[in-house]
């Protein structure tokens, strides 16, 4: 059985879909479903421990407070999500959609986000220690006050990207155009930013060193190591 919801205008209604009831009942007995339709499904406080979703689609599902520890997603429909407070660490989203989906205060702790598109996105004070973020679409992400600890950004498209008060110590941020992005307040020790475009950043009260910036674009950024700016 399939539920449907309509969506009225003054003179007519359209049949708008939302998830397969077979499919949130397999789900629910056997911990996986691929390539299902899972969307608008309220999956809020559930065990999904270990759950294979790959290549399902959960736009518009509410995941809030649900355990998605390893679970597989990848390749999944995110697309507007709400992962409020979720536990996804170790959880495996490559290449997952999840734009404009909100993970506030959610977990991701080790989760491989390779190649996924979080687009608005927002991980607000969120738990992201070495979480994998290689090859993502970054472009207006929000992660205002999370935990980015060894985290991974190797190759990422960053537009507008919103750090401000992250913790990114010791996070790789490796082959990235930085110019656009926002690190107010933002801690930045021990950042490997190999080969990225650094220019007009302000880095002179971090604990960072020479070799952090090899191959990398430094006009008028200012270093802790001197007192000008670089120039081009």
Request: aromatic fraction near 8%; proline fraction near 1%; include cysteine.
């Amino acid at each position: 059985m399939r539920f449907i919801i309509f969506l009225c205008s003054l003179v007519y209604c359209l049949p708008a879909q939302t998830f397969d009831n077979k499919d949130l009942e397999k789900l629910k007995i056997t911990n996986k479903c691929e390539n299902c339709d899972l969307s608008k499904a309220n999956l809020s406080n559930l065990n999904l421990s270990n759950a294979i979703l790959l290549g399902s689609n959960l736009s518009y599902a509410d995941l809030t407070n649900t355990n998605l520890f390893k679970a597989d997603m990848s390749f999944t429909s995110l697309v507007r999500s709400k992962a409020y407070i979720a536990n996804m660490d170790y959880a495996n989203l490559e290449g997952a959609d999840l734009t404009e989906a909100r993970l506030n205060g959610a977990t991701l702790r080790n989760a491989n986000l390779i190649d996924a598109t979080l687009i608005s996105t927002v991980m607000s004070k969120s738990k992201l220690q070495e979480i994998i973020l290689d090859g993502a679409n970054l472009k207006y992400t929000k992660f205002r006050g999370a935990n980015l600890n060894k985290a991974k950004f190797n190759g990422s498209i960053m537009s507008f990207t919103d750090f401000r008060a992250a913790d990114l110590t010791e996070a790789e941020m490796i082959a990235l155009d930085l110019t656009n992005s926002i690190f107010v307040s933002t801690k930045l020790d021990k950042v490997n930013f190999m080969s990225s475009n650094v220019s007009g950043m302000n880095l002179a009260n971090f604990k960072l060193e020479k070799n952090n910036f090899i191959n990398s674009i430094t006009c008028e950024t200012i270093f802790p190591w001197k007192n000008k700016k670089e120039e081009c």
